[in-house]
């Protein structure tokens, strides 16, 4: 082998050599290129993984943000409801309210003249809820409705005990007022009074409507024998003409019959409770006649001495004064002296709290009273009967 062959043998040598070295330098660097683009894969994924979470998270929030939303706009649909409470509910019974014009005479004094009031339709054939103050004593009786018809009354029918009336007149598809539930009232309530005071009709410029609260639900009194111990006080103007009128709650529901207002006091109006007048509404529709439930005693409210208060009493019963003979009271047991604390399973601390209660029910139905006699507590059971026109006992 000669000199060159040999140089040439060390050259490719040294080439391959160089070429083994390049590779394996190249491959190094490769496999830190490759370990370094699956760290950045991871890194990515990683980000790719909080940036689904953040998206989650994102997602549930702008969730909850739409829940927010949507009560926000259930408040202020409901505020706006309010606000316009007022006027919709009267907007929803003004074709309900009527004025009435009454002739009467009066065999007892012999006279003879003409008044006015208001009534509320509350059946679509013509059937109209007022006072019995409104048409007692009538000869004739006219109808005049919102819309400025005017019809004569084919009859109408009086309670001889309580200051409730029905008049009918003969049509068809009026537009009926709805009864409200009394036993959601509170004092506070926003109550309104509609009717026709002065005797303005609606052929003379039309119903007035008047606003308040509800002041009292425990007062009571009588109007030339006429009592009035189931009634709601109001501070809205209830002037004369209004009576017989409706008032109303704040969903257009009847919840009174507008009765009085005492002229020498100022913002003091009463109307007839529905928990009381409806019964009879509905009795007078039936058949003409009403049947008031009775016990046949006579009370008053019971004082008690207060543990502890010397000089100091409560109102905390109702005593009975009287027991009319053969009366229910009398049948069951009741005697004068004794003290009736509870009611129909209700509690009774004043002669106006038993009366409310029994003016509620009917006749035929029985009535248990938890009394005390001579300090002994009792029950007594009472079936109740029709009062009797000319007692003078409850």
């Not at 259930?74 to 002739?103: C, F, H, R, W």
């Amino acid at each position: 082998m000669t000199t060159a062959q040999k140089w040439i043998g060390v050259l490719l040598s040294l080439v391959l050599i160089g070429v083994s070295a390049f590779n394996t330098i190249l491959l190094l660097d490769q496999k830190d290129q490759l370990q370094t683009a699956q760290g950045q894969i991871l890194s990515l994924q990683s980000q790719l993984s909080q940036a689904g979470t953040d998206i989650n998270t994102l997602k549930s929030q702008l969730t909850a943000v739409n829940g927010h939303l949507a009560t926000l706009d259930g408040q202020i649909g409901e505020l706006l409801k309010l606000s316009t409470a007022q006027v919709d509910a009267i907007a929803s019974v003004m074709a309900s309210v009527v004025y009435i014009e009454v002739d009467y005479y009066d065999r007892s004094t012999g006279e003879r003249g003409t008044v006015s009031g208001s009534g509320t339709i509350m059946d679509s054939r013509g059937y109209i809820l007022t006072n019995r103050h409104v048409v007692e004593n009538a000869t004739n009786v006219t109808v005049i409705l919102p819309n400025k018809q005017v019809y004569t009354a084919e009859d109408f029918w009086i309670d001889d005990f309580m200051d409730v009336a029905v008049v009918k007149i003969k049509a068809n598809g009026l537009q009926a007022a709805s009864f409200g539930d009394p036993s959601t009232l509170k004092m506070g309530d926003t109550v309104v009074a509609l009717g026709y005071p002065l005797s303005i009709s609606p052929t003379d410029g039309g119903m007035t409507v008047t606003a308040g609260i509800v002041s009292n639900l425990e007062n009571w009194f009588f109007i030339d024998e006429t009592p009035y111990f189931d009634v709601i006080q109001t501070d809205a103007a209830i002037n004369p003409g209004n009576s017989g009128g409706p008032m109303i709650n704040l969903k257009g529901e009847i919840i009174g019959i507008n009765s009085a207002g005492i002229l020498d006091a100022q913002n003091m109006g009463f109307a007839i409770n529905v928990a009381t007048a409806e019964q009879i509404y509905e009795s007078l529709v039936a058949d003409g006649s009403v049947s008031h439930p009775y016990l046949g005693i006579d009370v008053d409210d019971y004082y008690d001495d207060i543990p502890g208060f010397s000089g100091a009493t409560e109102s905390n019963g109702v005593e009975v004064l009287d027991v009319e003979h053969g009366s229910p009271a009398d049948l069951a047991g009741l005697r004068d002296g004794d003290v009736i604390y509870q009611f129909d399973g209700k509690a009774v601390t004043s002669f106006s709290d038993l009366l409310r209660i029994l003016w509620r029910m009917e006749s035929g139905e029985t009535v248990v009273l938890q009394i005390k006699r001579g300090g002994v507590e009792r029950t007594i059971t009472i079936f109740l009967e029709d009062r009797p026109s000319s007692s003078y006992f409850f």
